[in-house]
Nanobody, 115 residues
Framework: QVQLVESGGGLVQAGGSLRLSCAAS????????MGWHRQAPGNHRELVAS???????NYEDSVKGRFTISRDNAKKTVYLQMNNLKPEDTAVYYC?????????WGQGTQVTVSS
């Protein structure tokens, strides 16, 4: 089993920044992919950004240039630096760990951006 604990969400004004962290514990194997998804009320959960254990990244188009995903493999932690936040970024952000088709999710952290 894999446990994921997210932190760093909160309320911020438009144009501000937040940094999310997700610490993994349990049976962690490589290679793997960790990422952040988000879900706003009434919307489907969508991928925001992902990063492989080798450091390859992928971003949803609306966050390119504003968000940066990174990871510390020694700490089994993935980060999401979010800059120039917009009201439409408001959502619950979920951390995800994937290994050979097995997906594990964190409990989610709320990000609210006020205009």
């Amino acid at each position: 089993q894999v446990q994921l604990v997210e932190s760093g969400g909160g309320l911020v004004q438009a144009g501000g920044s937040l940094r999310l962290s997700c610490a993994a514990s349990g049976r962690i194997f490589s290679p793997n992919t960790m990422g952040w998804h988000r879900q706003a009320p009434g919307n489907h959960r969508e991928l925001v950004a992902s990063i492989t254990s080798r450091g390859s990244t992928n971003y949803e188009d609306s966050v390119k240039g504003r968000f940066t995903i990174s990871r510390d493999n020694a700490k089994k932690t993935v980060y999401l630096q979010m800059n120039n936040l917009k009201p439409e970024d408001t959502a619950v952000y979920y951390c995800k760990y994937s290994y050979f088709g097995n997906d594990y999710w964190g409990q989610g952290t709320q990000v609210t951006v006020s205009s």
